[in-house]
């Protein structure tokens, strides 16, 4: 399996499908799987040249245990090493929750001028007190899961939801080192917000959000911020159904995407 390295972090990628590049990033706890999963490689490796990432502290990636190693500027260096790697100077970026934050505060600071355009599903562009009430749940459970393993924060998420999840995707959680998705969360929780920089995002950009989530508000008025952003919302759907629901997700970013490469 190939891996890019980004001083001496080694980031797992992989490649499928043919024509313009397309970045895409997932979410915390999750991995590249996640895409294949939820039936969006399917679709659009058909069209596209998919780059699918490892977020560092993910899947095969390395998996530092401070959270001074999760910043901005060290995700998007990875995905900068992963393009350099594959000799390809501009890409699309497609991202979702932590992947979506990526594209916000680390992408679109630090690295606009490698992207053709930048969807980014599912977060909001701010860091304020409404972001922050978001972010004190996943802490705690990420506490609880280094604290007491995986197997008790898998447990305790079907509970609260009431649900039984998928034994792929569960295996898939359970995988995770702790101890990282810590270090990640407790970095998540103090980026700065991106709210200076939106006016400047002037590549195309399209943002969305189920509207039961809680970071659908930010993610509306931060597309509204920036010069050519459109933003989608999927009525009742919260944080992870919006994510797994391609069905819905899917006509729109390929209609988006072939408006960018037409």
């Not at 950009?205 to 039961?212: K, Q, R, S, V």
Request: include cysteine; hydrophobic fraction near 40%.
């Amino acid at each position: 399996m190939p891996f890019a390295n980004n001083n001496g972090v080694k980031i797992n990628y992989e490649v499928e499908g043919n024509g313009p590049p397309l970045v895409i990033q997932h979410g915390l706890t999750s991995s590249i799987e996640a895409w294949r999963e939820n039936g969006y490689t399917v679709e659009l490796a058909r069209d596209y040249q998919l780059i699918l990432i490892d977020a560092r502290g993910h899947g095969r990636s390395d998996k530092p245990h401070d959270p001074a190693a999760y910043s901005p500027q060290a995700f998007t260096g990875d995905i900068l090493a992963v393009l350099d790697t594959l000799g390809i100077k501009k890409a699309s970026y497609l991202g979702y929750s932590m992947g979506a934050s990526i594209g916000f505060y680390g992408i679109a600071r630090y690295a606009l001028s490698r992207f053709n355009c930048l969807i980014l599903g599912g977060m909001s562009p701010y860091n304020n007190e409404i972001e922050q009430q978001e972010f004190k749940p996943r802490l705690v459970t990420m506490q609880m899961a280094a604290e007491q393993g995986m197997e008790a924060y898998v447990s305790f998420l079907e509970k609260r939801n009431g649900i039984r999840f998928h034994p792929d995707y569960r295996a898939r959680v359970l995988a995770n080192d702790p101890v990282a998705l810590l270090a990640v969360t407790r970095s998540l929780a103090t980026w700065p917000g991106a709210e200076d920089i939106l006016p400047k995002i002037k590549v195309p950009c399209l943002i969305f959000a189920g509207e039961a989530d809680g970071f659908c508000a930010g993610a509306k008025k931060g597309a509204a911020a920036m010069p050519d952003a459109r933003f989608v919302s999927f009525p009742s759907l919260n944080h992870v159904q919006t994510g797994q629901s391609s069905e819905l997700v899917l006509p729109h970013i390929r209609k988006f995407l072939a408006a960018v490469n037409q």
